[in-house]
């Protein structure tokens, strides 16, 4: 007998959708027919990243405020400090308390160029410090599988996630990767070097896979052979690239679901299809009572 090893998918997982916040009126629907779309699902939370600049920036703020005050949703902006002033982060810090936010994903962000920064922090620890010296927030941050590519070396970056977790974060949220026993043999790792928030996988459904390969380069993520096999020829072709990512997405999540995984985070670029299929594979149903 065939065992389609699906019936142990029950539903029974805490989902979080991660946003980006549009630039032009056309993303700007886009991004909400995707809320609209995801928002049955039920997740634990949806966040918003922060770009470089102030307008970026200020989109941010705009997409939360939004989420807050139309949704049924918990709105968490990252933040990033690289070239934050001490008094940028406490304004920004106040707004966001005023206006209900009680979780924020903390990060240093990316160094703009080769020139040393001119913000009053030097990486995501300090960051985490000057938030909880202000208001308690829940406190998530960025963790690396396959290391990041600026750290010394694995147990450097190691170091440093028992750092933000010692500071007060409260989970970390890995940067995607399609080599799940690296996640695996990471998460054994956090385990022995007394990491003990919960590891949530980011999970990236993949549709643009020339893009990726630019993106995985200056992340240092790998890209396996396989998965260069699957999207071979098809750079014409959007919906078999579409079929493809949600194959390869779903046979992610089924494998770290059966390791016991039960947090998964994903990184939607602001569209829902696929992420619904992927949460729909899991067994979560948009009346979640009914999905065991
Ligand atoms: P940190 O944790 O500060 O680490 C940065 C580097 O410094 C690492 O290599 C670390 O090992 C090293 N390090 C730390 N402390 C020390 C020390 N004391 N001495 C020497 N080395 C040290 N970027 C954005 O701009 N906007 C976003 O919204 C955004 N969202 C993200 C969400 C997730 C889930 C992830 C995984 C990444 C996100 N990023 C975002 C990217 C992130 O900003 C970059 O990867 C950035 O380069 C590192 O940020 P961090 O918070 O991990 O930095």
New binding site residues.
Partial sequence: RINHDFASLSGNVNLSF?FFPPNSNEMNSILWNSIKKLEPLQPDFVSV????GASTRERTHGVIEKILTETSLNAVP?L?CIDATESEIETIAHRYWELGVRHI???????PDERSHTGDF????DLIYKLKSLYDFDI?????PEV?????NAQ??LD??K??VDAGANRA???FFFNSESFLRFRDKCAQNSIDVDLVP?ILPVTNFIQLLKFARF?QVEIPGWMQKLYQGLDQDLITRQLIASHIAIEQVKLLSKEGIKNF?FYTLNRADLTYAICHSLGRRECFAAAS
Wanted: no cysteine.
């Fill in positions: 991660e990243t922060y770009g470089a990252h990033t994903v903390a990060l240093r962000g990316d160094k030097n990486y995501a620890t998530s941050v960025a963790a690396y990041h590519p600026e750290a010394l450097a970056d440093n996630l750092r933000k949220i890995t940067q980011g992340t985070h």
